[in-house]
């Protein structure tokens, strides 16, 4: 059991990582990484979202979509369900926590677009995970998000210094630097397969 | 602005993924085979106009605070319609498109029109809008896969390409190839356009059509910072 729980995190922190290899959470990942503390702020915030809109999309989709058939309602009651938390969480930060408020707040409400946080719940009804597996699951996608913002971060602060061709300035020069940074954790395929055996 | 302009302005000149920079998940992901890049666009751009449609009907209806949510379900509706018929009557390219197919609803752009073309703007016209943009985006997702698919698996929709079929650069086809190749296209429309069309020169709020409704503290963050620098 703990074996599986441990090779679900590090495959999808790593290997699966959801930016890198997946493309899931490409607008903040490229809109959000120029300063290394911003970056690590969203991560961080996205982290939080995905644990807690898991926690209530499984429960959900278990006990009261699929019992009644309602499979087909998935996209748009999820969509719907982690807007609405997500806007609660702010209203709950801003007054139960203001000083993580300053810190997280500010981008909560560009996660609720954020097409990572929906793609991971749908990814764990899709994998079949039980509800202690997909809270794993999340955390590791969430984990793997912030790894890869704030390498990326990292990177960007010395690409801004570089004097690419003109053409190149700006958004391509950035994207060719993420190919690199891609390249490097494709470098982890096979990593979790060999540690644990092909458990997964 | 004429018929003709509105429509013609989503393929070239305010092309949402080659020079807005919008929609980048699935370009970035579906654009490994032709095929799949294809069914990416159409399918989106069905929704596009569906849901350009509708909210462009119900503007006067919907309440201007409470109309991100609103739009956020006319979309979701309207996705879900057009997975089911992917479903039913092509299995294969619903399977081939996986989680991306409902992850449209979380696309920028379909988003963005609502908010920047279709509540201001009458019925036929964000139809024609919804059709531009859709067809542009199917244009760029072409492009892209074009070029991943014949040096990446040297194929083309399928079809093997005699002599590229010897030299394949399998890594094209790959997260990192995505990356590179998407890179390079938005530097050939920079360079072929240069100073004629307007052209975002990073990330940044104003491009982002979430921008409008987020928190709205990153971007005055940001512009603070540039003012003091300037």
């Given at each position: 059991m703990l074996k599986t729980l441990l090779s679900i995190l590090l495959a999808s922190v790593i290997v699966?990582?959801?930016?890198?290899?997946?493309?899931?959470?490409?607008?903040?990942?490229?809109?959000?990484?120029?300063k290394i503390d911003q970056a690590t702020g969203m991560g961080l915030a996205v982290i939080f979202v995905m644990l807690l809109a898991?926690?209530?999309?499984?429960?959900?989709?278990?006990?009261?979509?699929?019992?009644?058939?309602?499979?087909?309602?998935?996209?748009?009651?999820?969509?719907?369900?982690?807007?609405?938390l997500v806007q609660f969480v702010e209203i709950a930060l801003k007054k139960y926590a203001p000083a993580l408020h300053r810190s997280l707040g500010v981008y909560l409400p560009l996660i609720t677009?954020?097409?990572?946080?929906?793609?991971?719940?749908?990814?764990?009804?899709?994998?079949?995970?039980?509800?202690?597996?997909?809270m794993v699951s999340s955390l590791g996608c969430g984990l793997g998000f912030l790894l890869a913002m704030v390498l990326f971060a990292g990177v960007r602060?010395?690409?801004?210094?570089?004097?690419?061709?003109?053409?190149?300035?700006?958004?391509?020069?950035?994207?060719?630097?993420?190919?690199?940074?891609?390249?490097?954790?494709?470098?982890?395929?096979?990593?979790?397969?060999?540690?644990?055996?092909g458990a997964l | 602005m004429s018929k003709t302009q509105?429509?013609?302005k989503g393929l070239i000149k305010e092309n949402p993924v080659l020079v807005l920079v919008l929609g980048t998940c699935p370009t970035l992901a579906t654009t490994?085979?032709?095929?799949?890049?294809?069914?990416?666009?159409?399918?989106?751009?069905?929704?596009?106009?569906?849901?350009?449609?509708?909210?462009?009907?119900l503007r006067k209806i919907i309440p201007d605070t409470v109309r991100i949510p609103c739009y956020i379900v006319v979309i979701a509706g309207f996705v879900t319609v057009v997975s089911m018929l992917m479903q039913a009557f092509l299995p294969d390219l619903y399977e081939m498109l996986g989680v991306y197919l409902a992850l449209i609803v979380v696309n920028c752009i379909?988003?963005?029109?609502?908010?920047?073309?279709?509540?201001?703007?009458?019925?036929?016209?964000?139809?024609?809008?919804?059709?531009?943009?859709?067809?542009?985006?199917?244009?760029?997702?072409?492009?892209?896969?074009?070029?991943?698919?014949?040096f990446g698996s040297g194929t083309w929709a399928g079809y093997a390409i005699p002599y590229l079929a010897n030299f394949k650069i399998p890594i094209l086809t790959q997260a990192p190839g995505g990356f590179f190749v998407f890179g390079l296209l938005i530097a050939t429309v920079a360079a072929l356009t240069s100073g004629e069309y307007p052209k975002k020169n990073s990330f940044d709020c104003e491009g982002c059509?979430?921008?409008?409704?987020?928190?709205?503290?990153?971007?005055?963050?940001?512009?603070?910072?540039?003012?003091?620098h300037a």
């Open positions: 699966n990582n959801y930016v890198l290899s997946k493309f899931l959470g490409i607008c903040p990942f490229l809109g959000v990484s120029k898991t926690a209530a999309t499984w429960p959900l989709q278990t006990y009261l979509l699929a019992p009644n058939g309602l499979e087909y309602l998935q996209t748009i009651v999820f969509i719907l369900v982690i807007a609405a677009t954020n097409c990572a946080v929906l793609g991971v719940t749908l990814n764990n009804i899709s994998d079949g995970y039980g509800f202690i597996e997909s602060s010395r690409v801004e210094k570089a004097i690419p061709p003109v053409a190149f300035r700006g958004i391509p020069i950035t994207l060719i630097s993420a190919s690199i940074v891609s390249l490097s954790f494709y470098g982890f395929a096979g990593v979790v397969d060999n540690l644990f055996g | 509105i429509f013609i490994t085979s032709v095929i799949s890049a294809l069914a990416m666009g159409l399918a989106a751009t069905a929704v596009l106009v569906c849901s350009n449609m509708a909210i462009s009907a379909i988003l963005g029109r609502a908010e920047m073309f279709a509540r201001k703007n009458t019925v036929g016209d964000s139809a024609l809008d919804g059709l531009g943009m859709g067809f542009g985006f199917t244009l760029a997702l072409l492009a892209m896969s074009t070029v991943r698919e014949l059509p979430n921008a409008k409704f987020c928190g709205r503290d990153v971007c005055a963050e940001k512009e603070s910072e540039e003012n003091a």
